[in-house]
């Protein structure tokens, strides 16, 4: 069996360490800008992972990284399960098998870390990149939303989800030896992905937001003076006010639209526009879940059921016709019942449990990835209040290999410091 623990404090890098540090920057760097990017780092971390277990060669397990797998694994099972019994067949099973195959990637980052300037640099690149294209479709080339190659709900959250990993990195980029740079391409990242999100539209990524900076601040803000504090909440609501009023960024008109929907559906003039179809889409889920609230009714009988509602007239016709309700919660309970929206919880509340308990580190690297690690599960709540995020291969894709990538690496640099710690002084 390899120690992850004696690997992490070897000074030097070996090519296995060097090929996790390109698979991890692949993973974010060319995520949203190159067709199914998503995939392409996050399949080099997986067949390494296979080949450590064709090698025997897999690491030694805590307690705390079975936790991790478990809810992988567990996710994973309940949404197979689910496509045997509901009869869906090969093509059920193509997204619930991704979190199986993140498990050997986590082997391989647990055993083979990557070095940090590539995590943080691909996370950097990703969300410059991300916003830099959502910029030159919206202003340049006429589209109404940027999408990239993507769902255009998918890829601004996603854009979001970059940027907002770029502030939590900013912990680790200012010990190091070339802070200035580090921290302006981090900060420019993190202005690059809220831009892709601000240029695609998507709003889900923007109700959460205050959420975000609560954890940053819970990270980083309990330190910092007073007067600084207090620069920081006057940059963010300057900051909010100019992207509300630039009618460029779409963002003012994106908002009235929705007040609007909000106020015809109340009033019964219009259920059939965006926010609308929503509200109908969680009404029919709801009225599917009292139904069958221990097992669900499966994809496929979901589809059914909800086209019978609109049939019936109980919901508009315009919302029965989705094969989700828009809702990650409400998708779990209504198609996979108590048990699927109790294996979603896991998924999510199990890792940000876990990375929380370094959120104040003295090792502010440790911090950073801790930081990272809580996020990632606190945006995908956010973007799942309306929209079924893991419903798409790139929801899935970057949760499940951005999880394993935070929590391999975290795993080393926590040890490490531990290690360090626990060493006489000669």
């Not at 870390?113 to 410059?128: D, E, M, N, T, Y």
């Not at 106020?263 to 889409?281: D, K, L, P």
């Not at 019936?312 to 019942?337: C, L, T, V, W």
Request: charged share 10%; hydrophobic share 50%.
């Amino acid at each position: 069996m390899v120690s992850k623990n004696s690997l992490a404090e070897k000074n030097a890098y070996s090519a296995p360490h060097e090929l996790t540090s390109v698979a991890v920057f692949m993973l974010a760097a060319i995520a949203l800008v190159v067709p199914s990017g998503y995939s392409l780092g996050a399949i080099a971390l997986l067949l390494a992972g296979v080949g450590l277990l064709i090698r025997r060669g897999l690491p030694s397990l805590t307690t705390h990284d079975r936790l991790i797998i478990a809810a992988l694994v567990g996710y994973s099972l309940v949404g197979i399960a689910e496509a045997w019994w509901d009869s869906q067949g090969s093509s059920g099973l193509d997204k619930p098998i991704r979190y199986l195959l993140a498990v050997p990637a986590l082997w391989w980052v647990l055993a083979y870390p990557p070095r940090l300037a590539f995590l943080w640099s691909g996370i950097a690149v990703g969300a410059i990149s991300a916003g830099g294209w959502a910029a030159w479709q919206k202003l340049f080339t006429g589209i109404a939303r940027a999408e990239g190659h993507t769902h255009v709900i998918q890829f601004g959250n996603l854009s979001m989800l970059l940027g907002v990993l770029c502030m939590a990195g900013l912990g680790w980029a200012v010990v190091q030896r070339q802070r200035n740079i580090w921290v302006a391409l981090l900060l420019v990242g993190a202005a690059g992905g809220v831009l892709g999100s601000l240029f695609s539209g998507s709003r889900g990524g923007w109700v959460g937001f205050p959420i975000v900076l609560l954890v940053l601040y819970r990270a980083y803000g309990t330190g910092l003076s007073g007067k600084l504090k207090a620069a920081v909440i006057v940059t963010v609501v300057a900051a909010g006010i100019v992207v509300y009023t630039v009618p460029q960024l779409g963002v003012q008109s994106r908002v009235n639209h929705a007040v609007s929907d909000v106020a015809q559906y109340i009033s019964g003039e219009n259920r059939a526009t965006s926010v609308g179809s929503r509200f109908e889409m969680w009404r029919g889920a709801a009225l599917l879940i009292q139904e069958k609230p221990l097992t669900g009714w499966g994809s496929n009988g979901y589809v059914e059921a909800m086209g019978q509602l609109g049939d019936e007239g109980i919901i508009h016709q315009e919302a029965a016709q989705y094969d989700h309700p828009h809702n990650e919660f409400m998708d779990a309970s209504a198609k996979r019942g108590l048990i699927g929206l109790i294996a979603l919880l896991a998924l999510y509340l199990i890792p940000m449990r876990l990375f929380a308990k370094k959120l104040q580190d003295e090792d502010l690297s440790v911090r950073a990835l801790a930081t990272a690690g809580v996020l990632l599960p606190v945006t995908y709540i956010d973007f799942g209040l309306s929209q079924a995020f893991l419903t798409h291969n790139s929801g899935v894709m970057m949760y499940a290999f951005l999880l394993v990538t935070f929590w391999g690496v975290y795993a080393n640099q926590s040890q490490s410091v531990v290690d360090v710690a626990s060493k006489p002084n000669l």
